[in-house]
């Protein structure tokens, strides 16, 4: 399966995102160069890689050859081999579209530090919104030219779902017009495969299952978005089975090590719950372990992102089309991650893939 | 209820707002915090943004509208246990499948007996009340404008504009601000005590405490003038370039969207000054002495970097914390070293010793974002700890559970 071009990540707030999103574009920068882009000014992922990014984008806004950029698109170049990270915001965007329409720059820089202009660019928030997506269409558009990926560190699904609909809320209010056109030109990009994706991630938890579910029917169905795939993040790897648990649990024992041994084996019944479930929502899913590790820094990136890989790239996938039979993990799973991804090919499969990966576990 | 539960501090107010990052449970703090006063005695409003269904079925606002309060029964839910470990909570479990109905009767008992405290300042014996409501942010809207608006028709003029009809939830923090109007309604009911305030997810602080400060200023902005009319005398180089702007903007559309704006503003003449007396009071009410306001946040580094940057924006706001809520701390449980002792089958005992060791190493993970998240609080101010069920609240007694073993770090 192709990659879209450009892969925004989103998921229900302590799933990971930005751990799985800075995974990604290791992944993905091993294969090809690779843009990280945040969408606030936090720059979690990218903090997460270890490219701290002490310049502020916005102190670069005197730098003429910056301008005609956008203040914020300045690319970064990292530590870390065909990887660079940028960082978007709204504020930015809207300053670069002023800039554009006011010609006179000491105008244009006054007007933004107004009060006045603030309450208008307040009473237009879908503007705001609609010129970062324009950015992404642009970046993707650039990215295509040179042949790179790029991964969007998205906010909350919430959140992502609102910025995604402002394309189709313009149209509904400028029926006609300039703007329109470039609602439309968004929307059709949002809507290309090949350009555009979204990466749900969850966790093996009620609510985020529920979360993504859900997003996963907004997107799919009232903006018309692809999902590449839903990363389910921190699966434990199995480890006991039922009957050791029982063991544990004879009378007479210490009741707090069948606890540890239930508690253990509870988060994997319900990641193979999870798992289920999402395939037969027709989510294509993409499964992480989870890592025991007393910090989440680059070394565990660096895991997330092997594992990524072999599930995004498996060495056969040549043989694409070919699924259902999960019976042998890639080989280059090099984590201690439970190694079934369950290929859903199309609805009708999951089911089967899900029985016969769990029939491997040990439990 | 005891008097040595931490949380007594915060519940003993007329007001506790709940602010945070989002996913971090803060309405189901909220909803706990607010079972925990009431069952220590108080008369207590919670007002929930968006919960999850289970949440809403456990407080019954399921499959009911719930845009005004509900009664939540508290029978059965005085009594119920802390969790202190692991094993606590599979012992709950396993109490709930086989004798529940005996546990509520005994806890039932109990409270007959007494073995139930009052808040601090009332009778001990007073019976506490819990009612439950979800902000449901356009009707609410809706009701302030019939309520505000001149006449009928200017309030159906608001209603049919098109910015008011595809823009009203996102214009200026309209949800935030519908929030602190209902909050507002709430706090004045006089068979209220307590009012409990879970908040719409934000990334600033400031987002919700703002609210009514930004919408007023957009309402009486001289942007009104800008965007289609006249121009006043007495304009600056920085009116002209807006105003240039704007019309660019409006060329660019080919609409008359900035009028349709302009429009709403202006519909909403009549109204501002009903809006700044209110806006007004729900400041007044944020900073008064009886509202506590807490930061609820989860033991991760990118939570606990957010909470630090809430707490400074609530310094700058000049709004002091009561209290940080770590929410879904990991419960205790045995060391590998006590696995090691055990006499286990050797392969049995490996796999435990690994299920402890993995365990204690989130365990690790944790205490390091809580140190991190415990360094720059400003002196005074609590830390507080929510435990992990290890599901999501399905029940009252659930949240009962985690008011109960809301513990200080």
């Known amino acids: ?363 | 209820m005891t008097t040595a539960n931490p949380s007594h501090g915060l519940l003993a107010g007329r007001l506790l707002v709940c602010l945070g990052p989002g996913g971090v449970g803060k309405t189901t703090v909220s909803a706990a915090l607010a079972l925990g006063a009431a069952l220590a005695g108080r008369q207590v409003d919670v007002m929930t943004v968006d919960p999850a269904p289970r949440l809403l079925d456990a407080l019954g606002l399921g499959a009911v509208d719930a845009a005004e309060p509900r009664v939540v029964p508290l029978d059965g839910l005085a009594d119920v246990a802390q969790v202190a470990d692991l094993a606590g909570l599979f012992d709950l479990a396993d109490a709930a499948s086989a004798e529940s109905s005996n546990v509520v009767e005994l806890a039932a008992a109990r409270a007959r007996a007494g073995g139930v405290g009052g808040a601090r300042r009332r009778p001990a014996r007073r019976a506490g009340r819990l009612r439950a409501l979800r902000l449901d942010p356009k009707r609410t809207f809706d009701a302030i404008v019939a309520r505000h608006a001149p006449s009928p028709a200017a309030a159906d003029a608001i209603m049919q504009n098109r910015i008011y009809r595809n823009l009203s939830q996102a214009l200026a923090g309209v949800g935030d601000y519908m929030a602190m109007e209902r909050l507002l309604e709430l706090s004045e009911q006089p068979a209220t005590d307590l009012v409990v305030l879970d908040t719409p997810p934000a990334r600033e602080a400031l987002d919700f405490l703002d609210a009514p400060r930004r919408l007023l200023d957009l309402l009486n902005s001289r942007a009104v003038t800008l965007l289609g009319g006249g121009m006043r005398r007495g304009f600056s180089v920085v009116d002209l370039a807006a105003r240039a702007v704007l019309s660019a903007f409006d060329r660019l559309t080919g609409l008359h969207l900035l009028g349709d704006v302009q429009a709403f503003v202006r519909s909403f003449d009549g109204m501002y000054a009903g809006f700044a007396e209110r806006a007004a009071r729900v400041q007044q009410l944020l900073i008064a002495g009886d509202t506590a306001v807490v930061v609820v946040t989860t033991a991760e580094p990118e939570r606990t970097a957010q909470a630090h940057e809430f707490l400074a924006a609530l310094s700058t706001a000049g709004i002091e914390p009561r209290a940080v809520i770590v929410n879904r701390t990991l419960p205790a449980t045995v060391s590998a070293a006590q696995v090691a002792r055990a006499a286990l089958a050797p392969a049995l005992r490996r796999k435990l010793e690994r299920a402890a060791e993995d365990f204690a190493a989130l365990h690790q993970r944790e205490a390091a974002a809580i140190v991190s998240l415990r360094a720059g609080l400003p002196a005074g101010l609590k830390l507080l700890a929510v435990p992990d069920l290890g599901h999501e609240p399905a029940e009252l007694a659930d949240l009962a559970r985690l008011g109960r073993s809301l513990a200080i770090l």
């Open chain 1, 1 to 363: 399966m192709a990659l879209a071009r450009l892969i925004l990540v989103t998921g229900k707030g302590g799933t990971g995102k930005s751990a799985v999103a800075a995974a990604l574009a290791l992944c993905l920068a091993r294969r090809r160069p690779t843009l990280l882009v945040d969408l606030d000014q936090r720059m979690w992922a990218a903090r997460m890689l270890g490219l701290e990014s002490s310049d502020n984008p916005r102190d670069n806004s005197d730098d003429a050859a910056a301008h005609d950029k956008g203040a914020a698109a300045i690319a970064r170049p990292g530590a870390i081999a065909n990887l660079e990270t940028i960082s978007l915001s709204a504020g930015t965007e809207l300053e670069a579209f002023i800039e554009r329409i006011v010609p006179i720059k000491a105008i244009a820089r006054r007007m933004l530090q107004s009060r006045t202009f603030g309450y208008v660019s307040a009473a237009l928030p879908g503007l705001e919104a609609f010129l970062m997506l324009e950015r992404l269409r642009i970046v993707a558009g650039r990215a295509a030219l040179e042949d790179r990926y790029v991964v969007v560190d998205a906010p909350a699904t919430g959140s992502a779902i609102e910025l995604l609909s402002v394309p189709g809320a313009l149209k509904q209010i400028a029926p006609l017009g300039t703007l329109n056109r470039l609602a439309a030109n968004v929307e059709s990009f949002l809507a290309d495969a090949s350009r555009f994706a979204v990466l749900l991630t969850l966790t093996p938890q009620e609510l985020a299952l529920r979360e993504a579910l859900e997003a996963s029917d907004v997107l799919r169905g009232r903006l018309s978005v692809s999902v590449a795939a839903a990363a389910l993040n921190c699966v434990p790897p199995p480890l006991f089975s039922r009957r050791e648990i029982d063991e544990l649990d004879a009378p007479g024992a210490d009741r707090r090590f069948a606890c540890l041994a239930q508690w253990r084996a509870g988060a994997g019944r319900f990641a193979a719950r999870t798992r289920r479930e999402a395939s037969r929502a027709g989510l294509r899913v993409v499964e992480l372990p989870m890592l025991f590790s007393p910090a989440m820094g680059r070394a565990e990136l660096e895991e997330l992102s092997r594992a990524l890989d072999a599930r995004l790239f498996p060495p056969n996938s040549g043989k694409s089309g070919k699924s259902g039979k999960s019976g042998k993990p890639p080989t280059s799973a090099g984590s201690a991650g439970s190694a079934n991804v369950a290929k859903s090919a199309g609805a009708a499969r999951p089911a089967k893939s899900a029985r016969s990966a769990r029939s491997e576990r040990p439990e």
